[in-house]
């Protein structure tokens, strides 16, 4: 059977550390690629500095940025915003890099949607992402890779009220559309019931989703005031959320930070999901697989994670636990015997 996985070479991690490092020093990023600072002048001859980019959907935009041309404040912005750009840009040799040697990157869609969360303070207040672009981040910080991932999803999940300094004044379909991408609101089956997830306007499946713990099995629709918004009560979720992260989302339009699970409960909690879904089609075994990933890096890499996470597994789950660990046992037991054992313990 092929190996889950491969580990990437330290040089590429130190390269990675780097750009970490750069990117918890940004407190704002581009959303879309960085583009360029301009000289303008409208009919009146007055002349300006506009900064010309291309937005998450890929339209080429312009801005205005300062004015007068000439005046020490305009002209201080304009020289801000360049080196800014000059800065973003001279990281993206390394992420081209990391690209090609088998790191996950996101695609630019995906990219400017987190950029424009991270913009908004969503993740350093307490949003966590998850699904698989979180998996793939989780298995960059690990130093692997793994088979690729598809997804047109986007899940953005909370644990409590976010933790923001002051309210935001823009909702969270506000903070998505800034992106330049058109998200509308996706209506629910039941008309009466307010949205939950989002989505780029017309026949696209590109989307978001808005998630919040259960404190049961069942699926509700609650409010989330200090984004203005809904999400959807999802079971388990809770013991997903308890413990999580910052860490380095890359793409190919730059790099920012953001919140994810820790690793070990993301598999467990992987598992737990594959026994929830009606159809135990795709996505089942998406998860199963994606579990199975991270488990056998953690068995070889961190020994003892795995462990630690079962203990904090509440007891309603295990059996559910127990019966998803089965269905991966043929890809763990003979390849990857210490993921195994720590995920069966005698």
């Known amino acids: 059977m092929p190996a889950l996985y491969r580990s990437h070479p330290s040089a590429l991690m130190v390269l990675l550390a780097d750009l970490e490092n750069h990117a918890r020093g940004q ?4 959303v879309g690629t960085p583009g360029s600072v301009l000289e303008r002048s409208n009919a009146a001859g007055f002349r300006f500095f506009a900064h010309q980019f291309y937005d998450g959907d890929g339209k080429k935009r312009e801005r205005y ?4 041309v000439g005046a020490p404040e305009a002209d201080a912005m304009a020289q801000a915003m360049r080196l800014a750009i000059a800065d973003t840009k001279a990281a993206s040799t390394s992420l081209r890099l990391l690209g090609r040697e088998g790191f996950a ?3 630019a869609k995906t990219y400017a949607t987190l950029a424009s969360l991270h913009n908004h303070g969503v993740f350093q207040a307490g949003g966590v992402l998850i699904g698989s672009h979180a998996y793939g981040l989780l298995l960059n910080q690990l130093g692997v890779a793994g088979a690729p991932y598809a997804t047109e999803d986007i899940d953005i999940a909370r644990r409590e009220k976010l933790a923001f300094p002051e309210l935001p004044e823009a909702s969270f379909l506000q903070m998505l559309q800034s992106t330049g991408i ?3 609101e996706l209506p629910q089956m039941d ?3 307010p949205s939950t997830s989002f989505k780029e306007r017309g026949r696209s499946r590109f989307h978001v989703d808005l998630l919040v713990p259960s404190a049961a099995e069942d699926f509700q629709v609650v409010p989330v ?3 203005q918004a809904h999400a959807t009560a999802l079971p388990y979720l809770s013991y997903l959320l308890a413990d999580s992260q910052m860490t380095l989302l890359i793409a190919r339009e730059g790099c920012c930070m953001v919140r994810v699970p820790l ?4 598999a467990l909690h992987k598992l737990m999901v594959s026994q929830l879904r009606a159809n135990r089609g795709g996505k089942s075994e998406k998860d199963l697989f994606q579990a199975a990933v991270l488990l056998a890096v953690l068995g070889e890499k961190h020994p003892g994670a795995i462990e630690e996470a079962l203990r904090r597994v509440p007891l309603s789950i295990l059996g559910r636990l127990q019966c998803a660990a089965g269905q991966v046992r043929h890809l763990l037991e003979n390849d990857h015997a210490r993921a195994w054992e720590e995920l069966n313990p005698e």
């Open 27 to 30: 407190s704002k990023v581009f």
């Open 263 to 266: 690793p070990e409960r993301f």
């Open 225 to 227: 005031p200090e984004l």
């Open 105 to 107: 990157l996101a695609d």
């Open 191 to 193: 008309p009466r019931q």
């Open 182 to 184: 058109p998200f509308v």
């Open 65 to 68: 940025l300062a004015g007068p």
